[in-house]
């Protein structure tokens, strides 16, 4: 019997995990420097917690939710997204009364249970920011740049940011009932989905990529000519926040834009990139000024985004490669030589991974083998540099280095050894 993994949920393997970690690396860098802290919520939540939030009549709720009752015949869900559960930790926890504004982050596993195909999975990944406590448009403008700061940070370019607003609650209802009435009297040439859509989710309808919908949305009625005077304010009032950075980040207004989840109201944004094909959407995010009340908790504001770890790393391409640490092979020969060898195994960590950074990875041979084995290994793992240890080099104190790409083999006194290994390795 041999297992495979579940459909549409992968292994982030070896060759992988290094590229992973840097981008994780990156995040927390540029995301803490800037005063956001990091929150880890459990992957299961209760699933009212979804329902309510994103919408009953969304397709992540009506279709693609892993849900199913614990032994107590508990509603529960895998998480779909990370917004819900930050909003709902936020009020559990009280973090209003630890400071009025709270800057949160995460990176984690969302599971949603769609069709697999390039770049969209069951398993994935989201790095996430969430803003709550300010309805300011210093924070919409704050979340749009710090989502591309940290697009930048990972060297991705040629990413494409659209912005909408979709107003307030009112704003929204005033505008769904015109679409409606629109949508009605062009059913006809709408796909079957979209058909089942006008009466439950009509702004929905805006999203789909049918080409016979794509003629019907061309001339459906825009948000936009909807938002009251005060979300029209905010709204420009944040394009005006952007385009004050002098053209470092580059907005495109889609006034078609409505994305999946209900909670939102006010602007949206959603990040493409050329490079994903069919499932381009590489980020996105918003306001949801009504979620944290609704949950119960103080009238106040929010907005937020996610990034899509395994689209981004399809975006970067090339570019996810990172500088990868040396490696060094020390080969023992004898007992003596061997536990030698562990402790200057540690003795270099030490010195070469100084400051936390993962500079040079220090490999020993685990089994009693010849050196010439020793030396196929430390070949087979492409190390830079390795370390003899023998009877000889013991009883004269000295160690012998050889330099693995150009062969050269030099024996050098204990002392120096650090010093003479740094400078090899570049350091
Ligand atoms: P979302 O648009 O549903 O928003 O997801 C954000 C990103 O997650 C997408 O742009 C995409 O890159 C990635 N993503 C979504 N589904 C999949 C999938 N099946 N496979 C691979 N990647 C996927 C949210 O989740 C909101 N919580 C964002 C937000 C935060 N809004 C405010 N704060």
């Given at each position: 019997m041999r297992?495979?993994?579940?459909?549409?949920?992968?292994?982030?393997?070896?060759?992988?995990?290094g590229a992973w970690r840097r981008i994780e690396q990156i995040t927390r860098l540029e995301l803490e420097s800037s005063g956001y802290k990091e929150i880890r919520t459990p992957i299961l939540e209760d699933t009212a917690v979804f329902k309510r939030s994103i919408g009953e009549t969304t397709d992540i709720v009506t279709k693609e939710m892993y849900t199913f009752s614990?032994?107590?015949g508990r509603a529960l869900t895998l998480r779909p997204e990370g917004t819900a559960p930050v909003v709902r930790a936020y009020i559990e926890n009280a973090l209003n009364k630890i400071s009025p504004v709270s800057l949160l982050y995460y990176i984690g596993p969302m599971f949603r249970s769609?069709?697999?195909?390039k770049g969209r999975s069951r398993q994935f990944h989201q790095i996430g920011i969430e803003i709550i406590g300010s309805r300011s448009p210093q924070v919409d403008g704050e979340v749009i740049y710090r989502l591309n700061r940290l697009l930048g940070a990972f060297g991705l370019t040629n990413a494409v940011i659209k912005l909408n607003s979709l107003g307030c609650r009112q704003d929204k209802a005033g505008f769904t009932d015109k679409l409606k009435k629109y949508l009605r009297a062009e059913k006809k040439r709408l796909c079957e989905d979209c058909k089942k859509r006008i009466e439950k989710n009509a702004m929905r309808v805006l999203d789909c990529k049918n080409e016979s919908c794509l003629l019907v949305i061309k001339n459906a009625p825009k948000i936009i000519d909807s938002l009251c005077d005060k979300c029209l304010h905010h709204f420009s009032l944040v394009k005006a926040m952007l385009r004050a950075r002098g053209g470092e980040i580059d907005f495109q207004e889609d006034h078609n834009l409505v994305r999946g989840l209900d909670y939102y109201t006010g602007p949206v944004f959603e990040v493409t990139h050329p490079g994903l094909g069919g499932q381009d959407a590489l980020a996105a995010g918003g306001r949801y000024d009504n979620l944290v009340k609704e949950f119960g908790g103080p009238d106040t504001g929010a907005a937020g985004f996610a990034i899509g770890i395994e689209r981004l790393m399809l975006a970067l391409g090339e570019k996810k490669e990172f500088k990868k640490p040396k490696i060094l092979y020390i080969a023992t020969l004898g007992d003596e030589a061997r536990s030698k060898g562990l402790l200057l195994a540690e003795r270099l960590k030490q010195v070469l991974n100084a400051s936390q950074t993962l500079n040079c990875v220090v490999l020993l041979n685990m089994e009693n083998a010849s050196l010439k084995a020793q030396m196929r290994s430390a070949n087979r793992e492409n190390a830079k540099i390795t370390v003899i240890l023998g009877a000889d080099e013991i009883k004269s104190e000295k160690i012998t280095i050889k330099d693995m790409e150009s062969g050269e083999q030099v024996s050098i006194e204990e002392n120096f050894f650090s010093g003479e290994i740094k400078k090899r390795i570049g350091l």
């Open positions: 297992y495979k993994s579940i459909r549409g949920m992968s292994d982030i393997l070896p060759r992988d995990t614990d032994r107590k769609e069709r697999p195909q």
